[in-house]
């Protein structure tokens, strides 16, 4: 089941201003919502989500096609004489149908306090129940104690904390000097003991969540030829190393590069047992496999279970822009 604007049943709202989104009324108004309730987050990510809402809403009733390529814009809104100023954005998880994504709930600050937040996370709720859905997801910042007892009350619990880093342009070049361990570049053959590692370092709780499949690390010639693709299509390169000890691989990573408008994101993996030794190499070695690239944002999203990877990319220049809850609720 793909979620469209048409597949949202407006009769599970319990409020008559609550209304399922439609794109080619609500999307330039949601841009404005979403500036006004995540403005400062999305400038210190580099995000540019909003400008192009703004100009997809250009596009009039043909904006209301963007819904089917572009699920971040379902859900429900809160319309309040003509007006959006409340809203929930949902999407299924692709690879898992019965999991469900909240990427926003926002609501204007003059509307706060009178219950809309919570009238549309319920609506929302119940929508996922109705569709055989078995479990919600979201992310909220954890410095933000409203949201995480709104989410809680409703039996949210948190199953992991992301530490949300970024390096700006004029930070680059990194150099550490001398590298105490020495890497490698991914093989084709190494696709087995890359997911071994990512298995091990993500933690369980995230794992039954948002399941990793083998099948993302295979290195041969089909994914070379893609990455060709890519760009000569001016899509996202990746940049991989790995680490060897007494040989086996204990310790990966990678940079992904948007060229033409960023950001970059950068990944670090590291087996528990071996900590504490590789994390600063690889992310100084990869920053240096892009330094001939576009400076764009440097960027990535380490898990609290990995100290020692958030310190090396500290020690680097990374601050941290954000420290977010990763929440879940059950259904089943």
């Known amino acids: 089941m793909t979620l469209t604007l048409r597949s949202l049943d407006k009769s599970i709202a319990a409020d008559p201003h609550i209304a399922p989104f439609r794109a080619s009324r609500d999307l330039g108004e949601l841009a404005t919502l979403i500036e006004v309730a995540f403005g400062q987050e999305l400038d210190a990510s580099g995000s540019n989500i909003v400008r192009d809402m703004r100009q997809m809403a250009l596009w009039g009733p043909l904006a209301g096609l963007a819904q089917f390529g572009a699920p971040l814009f379902a859900g429900y809104v809160w319309l309040e004489n003509g007006r959006l100023v409340g809203n929930v954005s949902l999407t299924q998880e692709q690879n898992d149908p019965r999991t469900w994504v909240i990427s926003n709930v926002a609501v204007f600050p003059e509307y706060r306090g009178r219950g809309i937040a919570g009238q549309l996370l319920d609506t929302t709720i119940a929508y996922v129940r109705s569709a055989q859905g078995q479990r919600i997801l979201l992310q909220v910042r954890s410095d933000n104690p409203p949201a995480l007892t709104l989410y809680r009350q409703r ?31 991914v093989r084709a053959r190494d696709a087995h003991s890359l997911y071994a590692v990512v298995m091990a370092s993500v933690p369980h709780a995230t794992l039954i969540r948002r399941p990793i499949y083998a099948e993302q690390f295979r290195r041969g010639l089909t994914w070379q030829i893609g990455q060709y693709w890519q760009i ?35 990944d670090i993996y590291v087996l528990p047992e071996r900590r504490g030794t590789w994390e600063l190499s690889l992310a100084s070695q990869l920053i240096e496999m892009v330094a001939e690239l576009p400076h764009h944002r440097l960027q990535a999203h380490l898990s609290a279970s990995h100290p020692e990877a958030i310190d090396a990319l500290r020690k680097l220049g990374f601050q941290t822009q954000r420290v977010l809850d990763q929440m879940s609720l059950d259904l089943v």
């Open 155 to 185: 039996g949210f619990v948190t199953y992991d904390v992301i530490h949300e880093l970024g390096l700006p342009p004029q930070d680059w070049p990194v150099a550490i000097g001398d590298y105490p361990t020495s890497l490698r570049h």
């Open 232 to 266: 000569a299509m001016g899509g996202p390169q990746r940049y991989e190393l790995v680490g060897e000890a007494s040989g086996e691989i204990v310790a990966y990573g990678g940079v992904t590069a948007r060229l033409l408008s960023g950001p970059y994101t950068l």
